[in-house]
């Protein structure tokens, strides 16, 4: 590939933008977002502009059938849905009501339009799913759409992109041209120099995010056990959890769903969730990123199921620096 072409890739289940920002601080530019949940769209579409005919679609069940909607592109980006694999939902894996039909969308897509190269990404507990079958028939299916695989690697936030977030995600990454696919290396380890306090915002939050007697029965407990403000804690139903690594626990998509899924921390003012742009700053999103006015509980999903940004943008760069 010529260097003064524009890679162009595709951005399937692109939630809120975190695996396009990624690819574009990289250089590469999107022609296509592919994304369901309106809320999602809502944060997406107020930081990104439609632009150089870029397109969106819902939803990929009908993406590229009977038509040449999917535009040519040299990456096809898919951050696919996790909770079919993820050790906390129901793991039916490729037997859930949409899991099978997506993973076969992937599939049709790279079938059809042939990119150079494609970037997986999703929890740890997909590797091991039935014993290991589930991710060995889709590694293998991937080969069979003619791509060669490089060796899929787990990778943490807090050890590969210095980011201050205990999170391990799955990532694989395939290229037409076995050559290429041979260069291709994932990020090494590097030491973890930033600390909760680069994410945490220094004035005192809205009052809505502290706990009080009066509406946590759970407040007398935490007052007890937190103590340390480099830390984050969590309360897990009956007791209270400290993060000893000293870096924010995984962000999941259920922080909004109500009971004391959101990380908690202590500062000069009390005890507190972190805030939504608190969890927009553990995935390591820029601060120009923009938070559009929805519920708290849409916001903290939202980044609770994106990707973490820095380590997205390591692997895009050394993909284009190989295409």
Same mark, same amino acid.
Not at 10 to 38: H, N, S, Y
Not at 82 to 98: H, M, N, T, V, W
Not at 191 to 213: P, Q
């Given at each position: 590939?010529?260097?003064?072409?524009?890679?162009?890739?595709?951005? !399937?289940?692109?939630?809120?933008?975190?695996?396009?920002?990624?690819?574009?601080?990289?250089?590469?530019?999107?022609?296509?977002?592919?994304?369901?949940?309106?809320?999602?769209?809502?944060?997406?579409?107020?930081?990104?502009?439609? #632009?150089?005919?870029?397109?969106?679609?819902?939803?990929?069940?009908? %993406?590229?059938?009977?038509?040449?909607?999917?535009?040519?592109? $040299?990456? *096809?980006?898919?951050?696919?849905?996790?909770?079919? =694999?993820?050790?906390?939902?129901?793991?039916?894996?490729?037997?859930?009501?949409?899991?099978?039909?997506?993973?076969?969308?992937? %599939?049709?897509?790279? $079938?059809?339009?042939?990119?150079?190269?494609? *970037? %997986?990404?999703?929890?740890?507990?997909?590797?091991?799913?039935?014993?290991?079958?589930?991710?060995?028939?889709?590694?293998?299916? !991937?080969?069979?759409?003619?791509?060669?695989?490089?060796?899929?690697?787990? *990778?943490?936030?807090?050890?590969?992109?210095?980011?201050?977030?205990?999170?391990?995600?799955?990532?694989?990454?395939?290229?037409?041209?076995?050559?290429?696919?041979?260069?291709?290396?994932?990020?090494?380890?590097?030491?973890? @120099?930033?600390?909760?306090?680069?994410?945490?915002?220094?004035?005192?939050?809205?009052? #809505?995010?502290?706990?009080?007697?009066?509406?946590?029965?759970?407040?007398?407990? !935490?007052?007890?056990?937190?103590?340390?403000?480099?830390?984050? =804690?969590?309360? /897990? /139903?009956?007791?209270?959890?400290? $993060?000893?690594?000293?870096?924010?626990?995984? !962000?999941?998509? $259920?922080?909004?769903?109500?009971?004391?899924?959101?990380?908690?921390?202590?500062?000069?003012?009390?005890?507190?969730?972190?805030?939504? /742009?608190?969890?927009?700053?553990?995935?390591?999103?820029?601060?120009?990123?923009? *938070?559009?006015?929805?519920?708290? @509980?849409?916001?903290?999903?939202?980044?609770?199921?994106?990707?973490?940004?820095?380590?997205?943008?390591?692997?895009?760069?050394?993909?284009?620096?190989? %295409?």
């Amino acid at each position: 590939m010529k260097n003064k072409e524009t890679i162009k890739f595709i951005d !399937l289940f692109a939630g809120i933008g975190g695996m396009r920002i990624g690819f574009e601080d990289a250089g590469a530019q999107c022609v296509l977002t592919c994304e369901i949940d309106d809320a999602a769209m809502t944060t997406y579409k107020e930081n990104y502009k439609p #632009e150089h005919n870029h397109k969106f679609s819902r939803d990929i069940l009908n %993406l590229g059938l009977g038509s040449d909607f999917v535009p040519d592109h $040299n990456i *096809l980006v898919a951050g696919f849905p996790c909770q079919p =694999y993820s050790i906390a939902g129901l793991r039916k894996g490729l037997k859930d009501e949409r899991g099978g039909d997506i993973f076969k969308a992937i %599939l049709r897509i790279l $079938n059809k339009n042939k990119p150079d190269a494609f *970037l %997986l990404e999703n929890v740890k507990g997909i590797v091991n799913h039935e014993n290991g079958e589930t991710f060995k028939f889709m590694i293998t299916s !991937l080969a069979e759409c003619g791509y060669h695989i490089v060796p899929p690697e787990v *990778l943490n936030s807090m050890t590969h992109a210095n980011v201050p977030q205990n999170r391990e995600r799955v990532f694989v990454v395939g290229f037409k041209d076995p050559e290429k696919a041979a260069k291709f290396k994932y990020p090494n380890e590097v030491k973890l @120099s930033r600390t909760i306090h680069d994410c945490l915002e220094s004035v005192k939050a809205g009052e #809505e995010f502290y706990y009080t007697e009066e509406k946590y029965d759970c407040t007398k407990a !935490l007052k007890v056990a937190m103590k340390n403000k480099d830390t984050i =804690y969590q309360w /897990r /139903r009956q007791y209270v959890r400290e $993060n000893k690594s000293n870096a924010c626990p995984t !962000l999941t998509a $259920n922080m909004g769903s109500g009971g004391h899924n959101v990380p908690l921390i202590l500062d000069s003012f009390g005890i507190r969730k972190l805030t939504p /742009r608190e969890t927009a700053n553990f995935q390591g999103f820029p601060r120009s990123f923009k *938070l559009p006015k929805l519920a708290n @509980s849409k916001l903290y999903h939202q980044f609770g199921n994106s990707v973490t940004v820095p380590l997205i943008k390591k692997i895009a760069t050394e993909i284009i620096k190989v %295409l």
